[in-house]
């Protein structure tokens, strides 16, 4: 075998590791212009993406290899459109669920608690564990072809990023913007801390509905009360109606006794209240309930807080302390039956709120955490979307985020944890609060040297919400930082626009007053092919590690990508993976006959030359073929097309174009017909050269989608062609894919409509004649005779007669293409293409009733069209549409007039 020569089937599994590794080995990953080299120049534009940072000891599911596969091809396109580019990977520490692992792990196997552990040995633990586990993600990752400058790897928990960290805090504590105090936020009783609002996940839950009294102090008479959470009457500081509620006007400004405990509160008045719901009165438990929260601020009432850090009634609660929230529930409801204070319970629909991590019921909660007052980085944000320097794709997320930043609270940022960025606050026995960038060794306010750090962990969004500059060295103004920042886009999933991306857009205006990218391209969720979402319990989670090891990465990726739109959910199934599989081995097979016409030509042959561009300096003229001009014309609009489509993010569709073109257009056509033009000394060599430019451009537009096989065949395509005498076109071609040049868009030269045009009647003829067969079952051995009227495309028939007669299946002996005929022909089937007609004699092999019905059926339809067109014509379109639309359409009226009418006379 010759190294040219490609083996007889595409064996992905032995090509993709090595392909790789021959990428890394030469350097292709990393930016050709690097600001840390002697040859550095400023000028050159660089493309950057921050990887969003997966969960360190994370696993590969769909979700990434969505996100991997478009960031990917957005590097790729970039690289080759000769942009310095940088993809900087790394992985989030990821608190809770990172802590989580390490605590079940220890339970399991060591029957240890992190409590029975210690802080210190704990965390030894869990870096023990990253170091173990953390590399599996990395690697996942490299297998889809992520084409990062893995030299450039951040963790959020390394030195560099934790001093990044420990900056901005200070920076903010130091504006004022970081404060601590008491405030409702919502807690999670079995990960023990406090969780941000979007870690809180809404579900529709049948519960009881517990309608109750509530006394008047020194009366017989009560408001009747309804809660879901009987037990969090322990927590009541109020009854609040309506100012207008005729029902409870009278009550207004009593007191009421909190049943059971037998402590006295007011009855409030508060517009908040609804008067048609439940009962029209509301216990008011500011402790435990963020719209009685609320209600107590603006009354000064006080706030209670009757539940631990457990969830179990804690002091506050009488008789019931100690108990668990469901407990106490249960024993408090059978006492208020005996006391006679309970009027019903039903049955009840509504929403209830479970941590994103565990699934319990959150809590409410009172508790002292850090905050970062958000509204004037919210406002920095908003504008910047507002005024354009960030434009988030699709738009219509602009609207979402909006409306999130309006509408934010100030952000819980402390988290009750031990993995993760320390809170970088110290306090004295007498509570000064000393806050810097280093560790302290004395109290900044009295001097003491006996001081300790907040037990507190910062929330994990707080180091990810630095991540575009942290991971070029911020807050050092290093070289990477001056060149690569701001970065161009942040893609990520729709679901976390506000989790990540609007917290890197507050943090990156805060801190280095830029925007930290100019573009967020926002992908949807993979669901199973019928629309689902995959989870575990349905069983159709779809394993992207298996689809790579059955079918391969470049089958994967191309589907992810091909089947997306920005911001709208992609329906992946098995079968379509496999259905790409079979397109990446079509590519293959069209490269092993691209490869042998190559090798087919000899060192004597001096090849006419097509022009020493990709397509535009080939002209439709000269000593192409009509074949020649139509594929480079057709691959012209293709280049044309696919990079408007870049532009404008519709990657899906570019991928869809390039497949149908590779398939369709390149395989299906041109290459059959180039199998003839080869047999021709007067064309073979020109074919060749066409074969070998169309199909390198095919191969560099597909390479951001499939980026494994593209590069395999590519490699042998520059082979095969520097050994032969086509060497001239591949004398520019660096040694890899990865780093050629993308295709350039050129102008037309007027030569290409026609030619596709003629090209188009061609193609039409011939799956006419082959419907034809289709429809009779003859055999596609068996030649048959054709007539053509052909009127003024006669000349254009005859002249590509070897084409019509090779892929119809006609005898050559036996066809003729004349303006007009006489005599109609007996015993023929007649097709009518455009204005041609064609004449196929069927003796003994048609069914003359069948293709009376056949002609009617086509007639109908042409008059449908006809009928379409004349109402549109006679309508307001004529007068508001463009001329030359209008002239179009008037044109398909006359095609279609002409059609019927020739289809009406071979009926007759």
């Known amino acids: 075998m010759t190294k040219q020569e490609l083996p007889k089937a595409y064996d992905f ?23 840390n080299k002697p040859n550095f120049d400023p000028t050159v534009k660089p493309f950057v993406i921050a990887i969003p940072p997966p969960n360190v000891t994370g696993e590969l599911h769909i979700g990434h290899a969505m996100f991997v596969s478009v960031e990917d091809l957005m590097t790729r396109y970039h690289r080759m459109k000769g942009y310095s580019t940088l993809w900087i990977p790394g992985s989030d520490h990821a608190g809770i669920a990172t802590q989580l692992m390490v605590e079940l792990d220890l339970l399991q196997n060591e029957e240890v608690t992190r409590e ?81 609002d979007l870690e809180v996940e809404y579900s529709e839950e049948d519960v009881q509905l517990y309608y109750f009294k509530y006394m ?24 609040a109606v309506h100012p207008e509620d ?125 905050f970062v007052k958000i509204e004037s980085l919210a406002n920095a944000g908003l504008d910047a979307v507002r005024d354009g320097r960030i ?38 026995a007498d509570n000064h609060m000393t806050v810097t960038r280093e560790d302290p060794q004395q109290c ?56 990540w991306v609007a917290r890197m857009i507050m943090m990156g205006l805060e801190f280095t007053e830029e925007a930290p ?30 689809i790579m090891d059955d079918l391969g990465t470049d089958a994967l990726r191309f589907t992810l990508l091909v089947g997306s739109t920005p911001g709208n959910d992609t329906n992946v199934g098995v079968k379509k993976v496999e259905a790409n599989r079979n397109f990446a081995n079509k590519i293959w097979n069209v490269g092993k006959f691209v490869m042998n016409a190559i090798e087919g030509l000899t060192t004597d042959d001096r090849p006419q030359t097509v022009g020493n561009g990709q397509q535009s300096t080939v002209n439709g003229q000269s000593s192409n073929t009509l074949a020649d001009s139509w594929i480079l014309a057709k691959q012209s609009r293709l280049i044309r097309n696919v990079e408007r489509q870049f532009q404008n993010f519709q990657y899906g569709q570019a991928g869809q174009d390039i497949y149908e073109f590779i398939w369709s257009d390149f395989a299906d056509w041109y290459v059959e017909i180039a199998k003839g033009q080869m047999q021709r000394t007067k064309t073979r060599e020109q074919t060749v050269e066409v074969l070998a430019r169309v199909f390198d451009t095919c191969l560099r537009l597909l390479h951001p989608f499939t980026p494994f096989v593209t590069e395999e065949v590519w490699g ?30 050129h102008e037309l030269e007027g030569w290409e409509e026609s030619k596709v045009a003629d090209f188009e009647l061609i193609q039409e003829t011939v799956r006419a004649i082959r419907n034809l067969r289709a429809e009779k079952n003859i055999s596609p051995a068996k030649k048959i005779a054709a007539q053509f009227a052909a009127g003024d495309k006669a000349n254009l028939l005859n002249e590509q007669s070897t084409v019509i007669v090779a892929l119809a299946g006609l005898n050559m002996d036996e066809v003729k293409f004349e303006e007009s005929i006489k005599q109609k022909p007996e015993d023929s089937a007649a097709l009518v293409v455009g204005s041609v007609e064609i004449y196929i004699p069927l003796a003994g092999m048609v069914d003359v009733a069948n293709d009376k019905a056949r002609l009617e059926k086509d007639l109908k339809e042409a008059q449908s069209h006809i009928d379409r067109l004349e109402k549109l014509l006679s309508s307001d379109f004529a007068n508001k549409a463009p001329a030359q639309v209008i002239a179009k359409e008037r044109e398909k009226l006359d095609a279609y007039k002409d059609t019927a009418e020739k289809l009406k006379t071979q009926l007759k």
């Not at 008047?216 to 009854?239: C, F, H, N, Q, W």
């Open 13 to 35: 599994k032995a090509t993709e590791s090595r392909i790789y590794a021959m990428w890394e080995a030469g350097g292709f990953f990393k930016p050709h212009n690097d600001p």
């Open 116 to 196: 029975e552990l210690g802080r210190e040995k704990f965390i030894e633990r869990t870096w023990e564990w990253k170091k173990k586990y953390g590399g599996l993600i990395t690697n996942q990752i490299r297998r889809l072809g992520a084409s990062c400058d893995w030299d450039r790897e951040r963790f959020t928990l390394d030195d560099g990023l934790s001093r990044a960290v420990r900056e901005a805090f200070v920076r903010l504590y130091e504006k004022g913007l970081i404060y601590r105090g008491p405030r409702l936020i919502n807690w999670s009783p079995g990960l023990k801390t406090a969780v941000s």
């Open 216 to 239: 008047i102090k020194d009366s017989d008479e009560y408001i009747p009360v309804a809660t879901i959470r009987p037990e969090t009457i322990l927590g009541d500081t109020a009854v």
């Open 246 to 370: 005729e029902r409870f006007k009278k009550f207004i400004g009593k007191t009421v006794i909190v049943p059971i405990l037998g402590r006295e509160i007011p009855v409030i008045a508060d517009e908040y209240v609804s008067m048609e719901f439940g009962t029209g009165a509301l216990k008011i438990t500011p402790g435990h309930d963020p719209n009685d929260y609320a209600i107590a601020q603006r009354h000064n009432l006080p706030m209670i807080s009757m539940l631990d850090v457990e969830a179990k009634v804690n002091e506050n609660g009488g008789k019931y302390q100690g108990q668990d929230r469901s407990v106490a529930r249960k024993n408090m409801w059978a006492d208020m039956k005996a006391a006679g204070l309970v009027i019903k319970t039903e049955n009840y629909r509504t929403t209830i709120p479970r941590t994103q991590r565990g699934g319990e019921i959150v809590e409410p909660m009172i508790s002292e955490q850090w």
């Open 391 to 428: 434009k988030i794709v699709p738009e219509r997320f602009e609207k979402t985020y909006y409306n999130w930043l309006d509408n934010i609270k100030d952000w819980c940022i402390s988290r009750q944890l031990w993995w993760g960025h320390r809170i970088p606050v110290w306090y004295c």
């Open 444 to 499: 900044a306010t009295c001097g003491s040297k006996e001081i300790r750090q907040d037990e507190d962990v910062l929330d994990t969004w707080f180091s990810s919400g630095l991540w575009p500059f942290s991971t070029l060295g911020w807050p050092e103004q290093t070289p990477d930082l001056k060149y690569f920042y701001p970065t161009s886009y942040m893609e990520t999933g729709y679901d976390i626009l506000f989790f």
């Open 517 to 546: 990218f100019h573009t967020v391209y926002l992908h949807g969720l993979v669901r199973d092919e019928h629309g689902q979402k995959m989870s575990k319990t349905k069983g159709n989670v779809i394993d992207p590690l298996n």
């Open 716 to 745: 042998y395509l520059h082979t095969a062609l520097r050994e032969s005498p086509l060497s001239e076109i591949c004398k520019d071609w660096p040694n890899a894919l990865i780093v050629a040049k993308w295709p350039e868009q």
